[in-house]
């Protein structure tokens, strides 16, 4: 992995802050646990798996969007939101830590959804950056996102993005809200607000950007690494979705760009 501040460098593991005591993060922990071995890997597997979630899952959203506005809020201030979104980013933070230690039953309308992504196939949205599928299916990210009215945090984790909400708008989320009580993750038709899809367009042109600033040097050691172990590299899903790009948008979309 290579951090957005720094492409420059390869890092093993994302941004850390010492926020919370040996109890919490062993509270934490057992959600992290939980979902990588019933859902991310599972669905990494096999994208057409029907994934069963009890209450946990709840619990291991919560705790992310928790960490990622936190963490935004305090390297930017939310200085974009509006003061009510600020106030609605007040209550949400106090919520979720209320319902990570049980003290009440559900997060209210500070709600999650999770939304499984994987490569596209067809699409009637123009327009979209020839990396989509790359993002889609690799990118790893935390952000907030804001409109005129709406508000809330996001978490890209590869296949998965996770929307913590903030402030409420008016438009409906179908089939990607996740249950207190538990439920089903499986292959159906997802309908997020409308807004979204220019968040991913912007967040895609971000990542490319980011891949382009990657130093020359470093860029030969990555090839030179593939190259060694063909088929390693042809296994992965980033070769995968390598491929689904290079199928839509044609081989240009996936060729090393030149210095400059």
Same mark, same amino acid.
């Given at each position: 992995?290579?951090?957005?501040?720094?492409?420059?460098?390869?890092?093993?593991?994302?941004?850390?802050?010492?926020?919370?005591?040996?109890?919490?993060?062993?509270?934490?922990?057992?959600?992290?646990?939980?979902?990588?071995?019933?859902?991310?890997?599972?669905?990494?597997?096999?994208?057409?798996?029907?994934?069963?979630?009890?209450?946990?899952?709840?619990?291991?959203?919560?705790?992310?969007?928790?960490?990622?506005?936190?963490?935004?809020?305090?390297?930017?201030?939310?200085?974009?939101?509006?003061?009510?979104?600020?106030? #609605?980013?007040? %209550?949400?933070?106090?919520?979720?830590? *209320?319902? !990570?230690? @049980?003290? &009440? =039953?559900?997060?209210?309308?500070?709600?999650?959804?999770?939304?499984?992504?994987?490569?596209?196939?067809?699409?009637?949205?123009?327009?979209?950056?020839?990396?989509?599928?790359?993002?889609?299916?690799?990118?790893?990210?935390?952000?907030?996102?804001?409109?005129?009215?709406?508000?809330?945090?996001?978490?890209?984790?590869?296949?998965?993005?996770?929307?913590?909400?903030?402030?409420?708008?008016?438009?409906?989320?179908?089939?990607?809200?996740?249950?207190?009580?538990?439920?089903?993750?499986?292959?159906?038709?997802?309908?997020?607000?409308?807004?979204?899809? #220019?968040?991913? %367009?912007?967040?895609?042109?971000?990542? *490319?950007? !980011?891949? @382009?600033? &990657? =130093?020359?040097?470093?860029?030969?050691?990555?090839?030179?690494?593939?190259?060694?172990?063909?088929?390693?590299?042809?296994?992965?899903?980033?070769?995968?979705?390598?491929?689904?790009?290079?199928?839509?948008?044609?081989?240009?979309?996936?060729?090393?760009?030149?210095?400059?």
């Amino acid at each position: 992995m290579r951090l957005g501040k720094n492409t420059a460098r390869r890092v093993q593991d994302g941004i850390k802050h010492r926020w919370l005591c040996l109890g919490c993060e062993r509270r934490l922990s057992k959600y992290e646990t939980a979902f990588a071995t019933n859902v991310f890997h599972p669905y990494n597997k096999d994208d057409g798996a029907v994934i069963r979630y009890d209450s946990w899952l709840l619990k291991f959203c919560v705790s992310v969007s928790w960490r990622v506005l936190t963490f935004v809020r305090s390297e930017t201030g939310l200085e974009k939101w509006s003061s009510e979104q600020k106030r #609605d980013a007040d %209550r949400a933070l106090e919520a979720w830590r *209320a319902f !990570l230690f @049980d003290e &009440i =039953p559900h997060p209210g309308r500070f709600e999650q959804h999770l939304l499984p992504m994987g490569p596209i196939s067809n699409s009637t949205v123009g327009n979209l950056p020839n990396n989509i599928n790359r993002y889609f299916m690799r990118g790893v990210e935390m952000d907030v996102a804001r409109g005129e009215t709406a508000a809330m945090s996001v978490a890209k984790m590869g296949r998965f993005a996770l929307f913590g909400i903030v402030t409420p708008g008016r438009d409906k989320w179908k089939g990607t809200r996740v249950s207190p009580g538990g439920g089903i993750i499986q292959p159906s038709q997802y309908v997020l607000p409308a807004g979204l899809i #220019d968040y991913f %367009r912007e967040r895609a042109d971000r990542l *490319a950007t !980011l891949s @382009d600033s &990657i =130093p020359e040097a470093q860029k030969d050691k990555i090839e030179a690494a593939a190259l060694k172990n063909v088929d390693r590299m042809i296994a992965t899903d980033q070769f995968r979705a390598m491929l689904e790009d290079q199928r839509i948008f044609g081989t240009e979309a996936i060729l090393r760009k030149p210095p400059g």
